[in-house]
C-alpha cells in the first residue's frame, strides 16, 4: 500500500505532482475527496482533472465543514488522499438517500456482504440522511461489518451537502467505498471527552433528532434554566460546548444541537428517542489532548500506512485555534487526511455495531500485512509529543472551579438519588395503605353480605323442601300421577336455579377485575339490584332506579357496584336509624352530554347529614354511626371513582335525606387492542 496526500492547487500543479510520484503507472488508485469549496461547479472541474489525468482512478468524497491535511485544518481548499493497494480490491457503490435512511442502511449492508468487504468507508448527504437509521439499518444486516467515514458538510450552513461519486457531484445520496481483503489490517478508534456534569434529565417529547420537551420544558427554557440567558441565546452554536450526553452500548454519546426551532425546539445532529435520561456534556480540552496523545501512541503501535481522521465540525469549533493538536501528531506514524463531518460512523468491535457519534473524532488506521517494521513503530511511538500551551480558559484557577462543580454535582446526585428512593418508599407505602383500606371496606360489609345470603336462600330452600314433602307424599298416594310430578319439579328447578345466580352474583362482586371491559348502566344497576334488593326488602326499603341513558361504559364493573352498594347501604342505615316506614332509596342513571360524563345519583328519605360531617363525609375513619360504622365505606367509594374512574364524588342535602351524586368521564373510543382482540375472535 502506498499512499499519497495532496491539496489541489491546479491542473498543471497536480499533473507535476503524478509525473513526480510516477501515479500515471499506478494500476489502481483509490482517491478520496474532500472539498470545503461552495462552487460546485469549481468542484466538477477538478474531478474531471483528476479522472482526465488518473483515467485508472476510483474517487469518491465529499462536501466538508473543514478539511484535515496532514497536521492542519484547511478550510475552503481541495484535500486529496490517494491510494494504490497491492492485495486489497477497492468497489466504490452510489446509493440513493430518501426519507428511509434506514432501508438505505440495509442496501448498504447487503451489498458488502456479497463483496465480502471487511470495511465500509461511508460518506453520505449531510443534511437528508439521518445517520442512526443509516447505522440501525447496517446493523440489521451486517453488524459485523467495519464503517468510518461521516455525514457530508457545507461550511456550517446546513443547507445542501453534495457527495462525489466519480466525476459525478450527487445531493441527498450516498457513496460507500468497500475495501474487501483477507489481509487488510484495520485499526478504528475514537476520541470523545465530553464528561456528564449537572443533573440528570428525562426527554419527554422527541420526534427523531427534533426535541421538543425534556423533563417537559422546552430545550430552550432548559439551557436558560441550567446554563443561563446569554448561552441560551446563542443556541444552537452556544450549544456547541454544552451538548446532550447519554449512554448507547456502553459508549458516551454527544449530540451536539445544529438548529433552533421558533417553538423553542431544537434539532441536533443525531438521534435522542423519548425516555432517554440525558445530561449535558462539558467539553475537557485537557482530556480532549491527552486522549490524543494516548490514540497516537496506540496507533503508532498498530503501525498503519495510512490514517483517515473524520471530527465533528462541533469538536473542531470548541476547540477553536487548538483543533489541529487533536490530530496532528498522528501525521508522524502515516500520511493523514479526513474532513469535519455533520456526524461520523463508528464500529465497535466488541458489541459487533456501528454507531452514529457527534463531537467525536475516529481515527482509521488501515495496513496490508506486516508493512510496518516494529522499529519503524518503536521509532515513531518514542517520538516527542508536542508540548500544548494551554490556553487562559482553562486556567488552573478554572480546573479549581470546574473540579468543585463536578464533585459538588457528585453529591448532589448522591442526594437526590437517596430522596428518590425514600420518595419512591413513602408512595409504595401510601398505595399499600390505600389498598387496604379497599380492601377494609369491602371486608366490612362481607358480615352483611352474609346476611343478604342468608336471607336470600332461606325462602328458595323452605319451597324446596316443601316441595320435595309435596313429591314424596303425592308418589305415595298415587304413584302415576305424572303431571303433578313434573310441575313440582319445575318448582325446584326455578328455585335451585335462583340459588345458584344467587352464588354466582356474589362470586363475581368479590372478585378482582384484572382488566376493564365494557359495561352498560342497565348491566351495573341488574347487579346491584339482585345484591342490595334483598336485605332492604327485609327493612322494608324500596329501591327505586330510573335508568334516563343506558349507556355504555369501559370500567371495572364490580368496584362500581361496589362503590354504589356501599353508598346504599349507609342509606339503609340512615332510613333504620330514623325508625321511618315508606324508606326509600332511588338511582337516576342519566347521560350528561355537555360534559360528556355519566352520572349516578343516590338520593334517600333518611334524613340530612349534619352540617359538619358533609365537610369530612369522604375521608378515612369518618363515621356517624357510632361504634358500628368503620368510617371506611365513602372513602373507599371516593378513592375508587377519584383514581380508577378519573371521576368525581360528592354529597350535599335534600328535602327529608341526602344525596350522593358520582361522575365519571364517558370512554368513547374502544381501545385499539380491545378493538383488534374482537375483530380477530
Not at 517520538?383 to 494551554?390: A, C, M, Q
Not at 463536578?406 to 408512595?427: D, F, P, W, Y
Amino acid at each position: 500500500m502506498k499512499i499519497y496526500t495532496y491539496r489541489f492547487v491546479s491542473h498543471e500543479d497536480f499533473a507535476l505532482f503524478i509525473a513526480l510520484k510516477e501515479l500515471n503507472l499506478a494500476p489502481n488508485i483509490f482517491v478520496m475527496c474532500y472539498s470545503g469549496i461552495d462552487d460546485q461547479a469549481i468542484n466538477q472541474e477538478i474531478l474531471s482533472s483528476i479522472k482526465t489525468l488518473l483515467p485508472q482512478a476510483s474517487i469518491m468524497g465529499s462536501t466538508t465543514d473543514g478539511e484535515i491535511f496532514e497536521t492542519e485544518v484547511m478550510v475552503h481548499s481541495f484535500v486529496l488522499s490517494l491510494t494504490t493497494f497491492e492485495s486489497t480490491n477497492l468497489q466504490i457503490e452510489l446509493f440513493p438517500c430518501d426519507q428511509d435512511s434506514f432501508r438505505s442502511g440495509q442496501m448498504i449492508a447487503n451489498e458488502g456482504v456479497k463483496l465480502g468487504a471487511k470495511v465500509a468507508i461511508i460518506v453520505a448527504d449531510g443534511i437528508v440522511t439521518n445517520g442512526d437509521y443509516l447505522m440501525d439499518g447496517v446493523n440489521s444486516i451486517a453488524p459485523s461489518l467495519v464503517v468510518a467515514g461521516g455525514l457530508a458538510g457545507d461550511n456550517g450552513r446546513h443547507e445542501e451537502s453534495f457527495i462525489f461519486c466519480d466525476t459525478q457531484i450527487h445531493s441527498k445520496s450516498i457513496v460507500v467505498g468497500y475495501l474487501i481483503s483477507d489481509t487488510l489490517e484495520v485499526y478504528h478508534t475514537k476520541s470523545f471527552n465530553w464528561a456528564p456534569m449537572g443533573p440528570k434529565f428525562k426527554v419527554t417529547r422527541a420526534d427523531k433528532n427534533c426535541i421538543y420537551t425534556v423533563d417537559d420544558i422546552s430545550v430552550l427554557e432548559l439551557y436558560r434554566k441550567y446554563l443561563g440567558s446569554a448561552l441560551a441565546q446563542k443556541l444552537p452554536l452556544g450549544g456547541i460546548e454544552f451538548p446532550f450526553v447519554f449512554y448507547k452500548e456502553g459508549h458516551l454519546i454527544g449530540r451536539a444541537p445544529i438548529r433552533l426551532n421558533n417553538d423553542g425546539s431544537v434539532v441536533f445532529a443525531g438521534n435522542i428517542n423519548e425516555g432517554e435520561i440525558i445530561q449535558f456534556g462539558f467539553g475537557d480540552i485537557d482530556a480532549i489532548l491527552s486522549d490524543a496523545r494516548e490514540i497516537i501512541s496506540d496507533l503508532a503501535e498498530f503501525g498503519p500506512e495510512k490514517v483517515m481522521i473524520f471530527s465533528c465540525m462541533t469538536r473542531k469549533n470548541f476547540l477553536g485555534e487548538d483543533a489541529h493538536n487533536d490530530f496532528e501528531g498522528l501525521a508522524s506514524i502515516a500520511p493523514t487526511t479526513g474532513f469535519f463531518t455533520y456526524g461520523e460512523f463508528f464500529h465497535d468491535s466488541d458489541h459487533k455495531c456501528n454507531f452514529l457519534l457527534n463531537e467525536t473524532m475516529t481515527v482509521l488506521g488501515l495496513k496490508e500485512a506486516s508493512a510496518v517494521s516494529k522499529a519503524n513503530m518503536q521509532q515513531k511511538k518514542n517520538l516527542p509529543h508536542k508540548k500544548i500551551s494551554r490556553h487562559h480558559r482553562y486556567s488552573e484557577t478554572f480546573d479549581a472551579l470546574l473540579h468543585i462543580g463536578r464533585q459538588t454535582a457528585l453529591e448532589l446526585g448522591a442526594l437526590n438519588s437517596t430522596l428518590n428512593t425514600k420518595v419512591e418508599e413513602a408512595v409504595k407505602r401510601y398505595q399499600a395503605s390505600e389498598e387496604l383500606i379497599i380492601i377494609q371496606a369491602r371486608s366490612a360489609i362481607i358480615g352483611e353480605m352474609l346476611s343478604m345470603i342468608a336471607h336470600q336462600w332461606r325462602q328458595p330452600l323452605s319451597i324446596i323442601g316443601m316441595v320435595i314433602n309435596k313429591i314424596r307424599l303425592s308418589t305415595m298416594s298415587n304413584p302415576t300421577k305424572d303431571e303433578a310430578l313434573i310441575t313440582d319439579i319445575d318448582v325446584v328447578d326455578r328455585n335451585v336455579s335462583y340459588l345458584s345466580n344467587t352464588i354466582e352474583d356474589f362470586k363475581n362482586f368479590f372478585k378482582p377485575e384484572v382488566k376493564k371491559e365494557w359495561h352498560t348502566a342497565s348491566k351495573i344497576c341488574e347487579q346491584l339490584r339482585s345484591l342490595a334488593d334483598p336485605i332492604l326488602k327485609m327493612y322494608k326499603i324500596e329501591l327505586e332506579i330510573t335508568l334516563n341513558d343506558d349507556k355504555q361504559f369501559f370500567i371495572y364493573g364490580s368496584e362500581l357496584v361496589q362503590v354504589l352498594l356501599s353508598i346504599v347501604s349507609n342509606a339503609k342505615d340512615a332510613i333504620f336509624e330514623q325508625q321511618k316506614e315508606n324508606g326509600k332509596i332511588s338511582i337516576v342513571c342519566e347521560y350528561k352530554p355537555l360534559k360528556s360524563i355519566y352520572r349516578f345519583t343516590i338520593s334517600d328519605n333518611g334524613g340530612s347529614i349534619a352540617a359538619d360531617m358533609i365537610k369530612v363525609m369522604f375521608e378515612p375513619y369518618v363515621s356517624s354511626k357510632g361504634i358500628t360504622g368503620t368510617g371506611l365505606g365513602l372513602y373507599m367509594a371516593k378513592t375508587i371513582i377519584e383514581k380508577h374512574f378519573r371521576g368525581t364524588i360528592s354529597g350535599k342535602n335534600i328535602e327529608g335525606g341526602a344525596c350522593i351524586i358520582i361522575d365519571f368521564p364517558m370512554i368513547v373510543k374502544e381501545p385499539l387492542l380491545l378493538l383488534e382482540s374482537k375483530l380477530l375472535s
